[in-house]
C-alpha cells in the first residue's frame, strides 16, 4: 500500500480482555514506532524498532503491553489484561530511515468498557 | 529529557487573516523540532521540521516555523488563512540522534469565514 495501514480501525473490547493491534508499515521503512494518544493529548512514545528489533522500548507503560516484529515489516502491539486506562487511540508510524520523516497511520482507536 | 508546551489549546481566525501558534521547548540537548497536522479522519503528517542550519524553516501548504534559541521558541506561522487549514497541530520535539519524538498537547485551529 502507499501508506501505513493499521487494523482494526476500531476495536471495543471488555476489562481484562486481550487485544492485538497490527501495523502495516510503507514498504521498505526499516523503523517502525508505536504512539498512544489520549483523549486531549499529543501522542505519547511507546516503543521504536529498528529493522526485527526494539532498540527503545522505554515507553510501554508496563508488562501488560508487548509489540513485536518478527520479520521486520509488519508489528503487533499486543495489550494483555485490559484496563479502561488502556482506552485510547494507537498510533503506528514508519520512517525510511531513524531520524528520517515519520508517516502515521490513521491510527487504531482502542475502547475499553 | 526533552518537553514542548503549546499555549492555547483552541485558535480561530479569520479567513485570510496571520495564523500564529505558538510553541516552546526544553531540552537538555540540542533540539530537532518539528510541526505535524492532523486533519479530521487522517493520520499526522509533517509540516516541517528544524534540524540545524536555517533557523527560519518553510514547509508546505505555506507554513514557515523560527527556531529562536534564545525564547526557546518554535512558533508556526502563516500569512493568510485558508478554510482548508482548519485542523490540528502538534509541536513535537526529539534530541539529535534521539528518535523518539516528544508532542504537544496540540493546539486545535479553526477558521472564521
Known amino acids: 500500500g502507499a501508506g501505513v495501514s493499521q487494523t482494526p480501525s476500531n476495536k471495543v473490547t471488555e476489562k481484562g480482555k486481550y487485544v492485538e493491534l497490527r501495523c502495516d508499515p510503507i514498504s521498505g521503512h526499516t523503523a517502525l514506532y508505536w504512539y498512544r494518544q489520549s483523549l486531549g493529548q499529543g501522542p505519547e512514545f511507546l516503543i521504536y524498532?529498528?529493522?526485527?528489533?526494539?532498540?527503545?522500548d522505554s515507553g510501554l507503560p508496563n508488562d501488560r503491553f508487548f509489540a513485536v516484529r518478527p520479520e521486520g515489516s509488519v508489528s503487533t502491539l499486543k495489550i494483555q489484561r485490559t484496563e479502561r486506562g488502556d482506552s485510547a487511540v494507537y498510533l503506528c508510524a514508519s520512517s525510511l530511515r531513524p531520524t528520517g520523516e515519520l508517516f502515521f497511520g490513521e491510527g487504531s482507536r482502542l475502547t475499553v468498557l | 529529557a526533552q518537553s514542548v508546551t503549546q499555549l492555547g489549546s483552541h485558535v480561530s481566525v479569520s479567513e485570510g487573516a496571520l495564523v500564529l501558534l505558538r510553541c516552546n521547548y526544553s531540552?537538555?540537548?540540542?533540539?530537532?523540532l518539528f510541526w505535524y497536522v492532523q486533519y479530521p479522519n487522517q493520520g499526522l503528517q509533517l509540516l516541517l521540521k528544524y534540524t540545524t542550519g536555517a533557523t527560519l524553516v518553510k514547509g508546505i501548504n505555506g507554513f514557515e516555523a523560527e527556531f529562536k534559541k534564545s525564547e526557546t521558541s518554535f512558533h508556526l506561522t502563516k500569512p493568510s488563512a485558508h478554510m482548508s487549514d482548519a485542523a490540528e497541530y502538534f509541536c513535537?520535539?526529539?534530541?539529535?540522534?534521539?528518535?523518539?519524538?516528544?508532542f504537544g498537547t496540540g493546539t486545535r485551529l479553526t477558521i472564521i469565514p
Open positions: 531540552s537538555s540537548v540540542p533540539p530537532y
Open positions: 524498532f529498528q529493522g526485527t528489533g526494539a532498540a527503545d
Open positions: 513535537a520535539v526529539s534530541g539529535v540522534g534521539n528518535e523518539k519524538l516528544t
